[in-house]
């Protein structure tokens, strides 16, 4: 029972010292802030402007490598399955049997998942590279307003 009170203490101190040093970061912070950034807010506009449509531009380009990646991927993934069921061909000497079929079936389900997996890629990079574009868009009409 004493340790059950000596824990819920210390929790309650645990709470109150992390809760006090939040109030002091925050109070810091608002004591020595730097107005003196704010002298020429236009200018900061501008660059802003410029520096958005940067980042816009570095985001599509760096989403047209993501997918191509991807794509060289999935190409690879497909040339090897098609090697392996050909060195099991090769093995078997094309008699169609169990395990050749088997070979060849696993063949496929690896090409259709590697197509199913790099569309799905694909697809959340430019959903990754959309979400990027709006948030700099609504970044860029905040600060025109």
């Known amino acids: 029972m004493l340790m059950k009170r000596l824990s819920v203490i210390g929790s309650w101190i645990a709470t109150t010292v992390i809760c006090l040093s939040a109030i002091a970061f925050i109070w810091q912070g608002a004591f020595f802030t730097n107005n003196s950034a704010m002298a020429a807010p236009s200018v900061n506009l501008i660059a802003s402007s410029d520096a958005g449509d940067r980042v816009q531009d570095k985001a599509r380009e760096d ?13 690879k993934v497909e040339r090897t399955a098609n090697k392996n069921a050909s060195k099991v061909e090769d093995a078997t000497d094309n008699s169609g049997n169990f395990i050749e079929r088997k070979a060849k079936r696993d063949r496929d389900t690896i090409e259709k ?7 799905r890629t694909q697809k959340a990079v430019d959903n990754t590279k959309n979400a990027v574009e709006r948030t700099v868009d609504s970044i860029k009409d905040a600060l025109t307003k």
């Open 63 to 75: 989403a047209g490598r993501a997918k191509n990646f991807i794509r060289d991927t999935a190409d």
């Open 113 to 119: 998942r590697a197509e199913e997996d790099a569309a």
